[in-house]
């Protein structure tokens, strides 16, 4: 098993920046890819970014393109997601999730193994 837990949620002004946190632990040597996704009210979740451990593939939505980096600290067993340039519309709960398949899309919700708990990013215009 692999337990995930974000952290660095919180309220923001339009075009402020926030830097969320996912710390892996259990068998992190299991995963491959680890990815962000997040769910506004009303919405289905969606693929926000996701890339490998040995960080030679990254995948972003059109969305965040430009505005949001993924990266990893490997030693700690933690990835992050800095997000600048916020608009309302980034506002969502968002969740960390890691997968042992390497194959299918990164942006494959269902390939995901692993889920946490959620952080809630609330930009106000």
């Known amino acids: 098993q692999v337990q995930l837990v974000e952290s660095g949620g919180g309220l923001v002004q339009a075009g402020g920046s926030l830097r969320l946190s996912c710390s892996a632990s259990g068998r992190t040597s299991s995963t491959y890819v680890m990815g962000w996704f997040r769910q506004a009210p009303g919405k289905e979740r969606e693929f926000v970014a996701a890339d490998n451990w040995s960080g030679t593939k990254t995948t972003y939505a059109e969305s965040v393109k430009g505005r949001f980096i993924i990266s990893r600290d490997n030693a700690k067993n933690t990835v992050y997601l800095q997000m600048n340039s916020l608009k309302p519309e980034d506002t969502a709960v968002y969740y960390c999730?890691?997968?042992?398949?390497?194959?299918?899309?990164?942006?494959?919700?269902?390939?995901?193994?692993?889920w946490g708990q959620g952080t809630q990013v609330t930009v106000s215009s």
């Open positions: 999730a890691a997968r042992r398949d390497a194959y299918s899309a990164y942006e494959s919700r269902a390939a995901y193994n692993y």
